[in-house]
């Protein structure tokens, strides 16, 4: 009798799992042309029909998301959300911009969403979404060009300070960290230090995050051309490399993918079928490199990571070679169901 009940326990057990549904462990659930077309920006013909690099975020404190972009023309937009899903016709915020990813931070603390330039130059926000040119030149001062940049409280005081990654890989063409000096409203910068890239290409995006668990914001850069750079920060905003990855990360990204509480990397690269691959962090901040898993083989020219339908795990959007809508993917990473 005992064995009976044993064996009907089970074979219900089995019964409810199979009902349930629930994914195999490390299934990836693919999803194409999810998403609904939405309000356009910008122009059908001309500069603005053609809009790169959009920073996302909240510019004036309406609790809708803005965008700024630059256009095919150098000009730096801002495009405001009017909360109906719409947006207005955009304001010029500046003309010569650069093509490259922006970076948004309250730089000046009070309490709105400034933002730095690929020029080398930030732009402080009087809370409407409204933007003036901080001094009267870049704050980057380094030889070779900045590729692209990050706002952090880097040293720990409390006000967010500016990573400018160069483009560069000679000798002296030195990344710089520039610490906030200032007080709320009236920030100030002062160069805190920096490093070549000789030993690694800098071809790419920077993501900034405590990859070691000792309560600072550390440095990942990636590489289109191979090898993207670790660095840890000591606490002061003085930052040292730890670690070469040795794969093509054109777009870096740092995310805890396996919910054990520290970050993990992303490399998203479009050459030689390199895709979206994941390296994990072994917990002290160093990561598996070459990354092993390949969330999967797209011809990439971007990703991000967010948890696109709310059920508490990250998942990736692919932005594919063509950038048709036909060409991206949503991958969900669905957690295993582990029954003890």
Request: glycine letters at 14%.
């Amino acid at each position: 009798m005992a064995k009976f009940t044993k064996l009907l326990i089970a074979f219900l057990f089995i019964w409810l799992l199979a009902s349930m549904d629930i994914p195999s462990f490390g299934q990836l659930n693919a999803q194409t042309n999810s998403f609904t077309a939405g309000a356009c920006i910008g122009a059908s013909s001309g500069s603005l029909s053609r809009l790169y690099y959009p920073l996302v975020e909240d510019f004036n404190g309406d609790n809708y998301d803005d965008i700024i972009v630059i256009d095919e023309g150098s000009v730096v937009w801002i495009y405001k959300n009017d909360g109906m899903g719409g947006f207005d016709a955009g304001t010029q915020i500046f003309t010569g911009g650069v093509y490259g990813s922006m970076s948004a931070g309250d730089l000046d603390g009070d309490g709105d969403l400034d933002f730095v330039h690929r020029n080398g130059k930030a732009y402080l926000n009087d809370g409407t979404g409204v933007f003036t040119q901080y001094g009267s030149g870049p704050i980057f001062t380094g030889t070779g060009n900045v590729v692209s940049t990050a706002i952090a409280d880097f040293n720990g005081d409390g006000k967010q300070d500016i990573f400018f990654l160069n483009s560069s890989s000679n000798a002296g063409d030195d990344n710089q960290v520039w610490v906030n000096t200032g007080t709320m409203g009236n920030p100030s910068f002062a160069l805190q230090n920096g490093w070549d890239n000789q030993a690694i290409g800098p071809r790419g995006t920077v993501s900034v995050g405590d990859i070691d668990g000792d309560n600072d914001i550390d440095i990942i850069n990636g590489n289109s051309s191979w090898n993207g750079g670790v660095y840890k920060n000591d606490g002061n905003g003085n930052f040292s490399q730890s670690q070469t990855i040795s794969v093509y990360s054109g777009t870096a990204i740092l995310k805890d993918w396996d919910g054990d509480n520290d970050l993990d990397f992303f490399a998203c690269d479009r050459y030689n079928n390199s895709g979206v691959r994941l390296g994990k962090n072994d917990g002290t901040g160093t990561f598996e490199t070459p990354p092993s898993i390949l969330i999967f083989p797209l011809l990439a020219f971007g990703s991000e990571i967010a948890d696109l339908n709310n059920d508490g795990t990250p998942d990736v959007l692919d932005f594919g070679r063509t950038g048709k809508p036909s060409a991206s993917r949503i991958r969900q990473r669905v957690r295993p169901y582990c029954p003890i």
